[in-house]
């Protein structure tokens, strides 16, 4: 068995990345879409923690960057889960494919 | 050895929840699997000898922000939501999409190779707090005030009469 390198976190973060993009393109929920953006944002993450630990050891640099990601994040799901609410007392649905409030 | 085991037992587990998050029916067991999934990558962070990313993971993601989502699931949604199909007719083109992203993505990755392989694992939390408050020090106030004004408007948005 290899030791575990970079190359492991990049494609780990590259699998997540892609799953998190698969689902915010199809999900029909716009829950299911905050989800799968936060499954991206994590991706990145764990980008930035490998880079730091193997590129840069000793650094701290990367992983407060990946602290700042992680509150950018918290900040965003909570605008958009009281947009959610909003959204949802006026139309009364979840699926994105019936917001065409500014369709007239 | 343990680190390989740690690593890809991490990994399965992030990659196994992801995959949960995106084809469960179900937005509650949806939102319980992204919660299994921040978890895993906080595994991952662990075997990045991160403690302090690991620490920060677990309290804000697998704490906060899933349990949130659980709240809002369960908020909204009917009991007919359970029959409708949750992913729309365009998952084709998707696959597409992500398949080209995958492919330059295994491109860029090919240039990194294995990185440095073993280096030391030393405590950060010290140095991530230097870090924050002397060279960041402008930043950390800023996002200190981006998620004052995402309290703003979670609860400007959140009231009753908009």
């Not at chain 1, 999900?27 to 193997?54: C, D, V, W």
């Not at chain 1, 605008?79 to 959610?84: D, E, I, N, P, T």
């Not at chain 2, 694992?121 to 020090?137: C, K, P, S, V, W």
Request: with cysteine; net charge neutral; proline share 1%.
């Amino acid at each position: 068995m290899t030791t575990i390198g970079l190359s492991h976190y990049l494609v780990l973060g590259a699998v997540l990345f892609l799953i998190g993009l698969f689902g915010a393109l199809t999900r029909r929920n716009i829950i299911g879409i905050l989800m799968s953006i936060e499954l991206m944002f994590n991706a990145a993450n764990i980008n930035l923690a490998a880079f730091n630990h193997h590129l840069h050891p000793g650094g701290v640099a990367g992983m407060t960057t990946a602290l700042f990601v992680i509150t950018v994040a918290a900040a965003e799901v909570v605008v958009g889960l009281a947009l959610v609410l909003a959204i949802y007392r006026n139309s009364a649905t979840a699926y994105v494919e019936d917001f065409h409030l500014l369709k007239g | 050895m343990l680190e390989t085991i740690a690593f890809y037992s991490m990994a399965a587990v992030a990659v196994a929840g992801a995959l949960l998050v995106v084809t469960l029916r179900n937005t509650v067991h949806s939102a319980l699997a992204l919660g299994l999934s921040l978890a895993g990558v906080a595994g991952v962070f662990a075997c990045l000898s991160a403690d302090f990313l690991f620490a920060a993971q677990l309290l804000i993601y697998v704490g906060g922000i899933a349990i949130l989502i659980v709240f809002v699931v369960m908020l909204l949604g009917r009991t007919t939501d359970l029959h409708n199909r949750q992913v729309n007719e365009l998952w084709g083109a998707a696959l597409l999409v992500c398949a080209i992203t995958g492919a330059g993505l295994w491109r860029l990755t090919s240039f990194f190779g294995a990185g440095t392989g073993d280096t030391p694992h030393a405590a950060q939390t010290r140095a991530i707090g230097l870090l924050m408050l002397g060279e960041y020090a402008v930043p950390f106030e800023l996002i200190s005030l981006v998620l004052l004004a995402a309290l703003l408007g979670a609860v400007f948005f959140s009231r009753k009469e908009i």
